[in-house]
């Protein structure tokens, strides 16, 4: 397609583009995602292969990312936001009322105020 003259820059290439997607198509229909990754694979620009959910769950590259991480039995995706280099580390979120305590005490409340209120009702 080098010296094909509907392709020779950039403006006869959008002005042929449906010529070229039609071209590329019977290209890549002549191997196998597995044989077109391999010959990918020394090229020095980015490509990645249009990929279902499951099919990216299985990605090396998600996994080498850290886009998706493993939290018990579940694999889960991660936490969008990194502030650092590293995977935000993931866990269970706390059980019910498990920090009432902490946060009273930061709060300033000492134990028996906070032993008052969990009498009255008004924390658990």
């Known amino acids: ?32 995602l597995a044989e077109w990754s391999e010959r990918f694979a020394t090229l020095a620009g ?37 502030f650092d280099v590293t995977a935000p580390q993931t866990g269970p979120a706390p059980g019910f009322a498990e920090q009432t305590d902490e946060i009273l005490l930061e709060l300033g409340l000492d134990w028996d105020r906070i032993i008052e209120l969990k009498t009255a009702g008004a924390v658990t």
């Open 46 to 82: 980015p490509w990645a292969p249009v990929q279902d959910t499951l099919q990216v769950a299985d990605d090396p590259q998600i996994r080498a990312n850290e886009y998706i991480v493993r939290a018990g039995e579940l694999d889960l995706v991660a936490n969008p936001v990194q």
């Open 1 to 32: 397609m080098i010296d094909d003259p509907r392709f020779t820059d950039g403006e006869k290439i959008a002005a042929n583009t449906a010529d070229a997607v039609e071209i590329l198509t019977k290209v890549f229909a002549t191997r196998t």
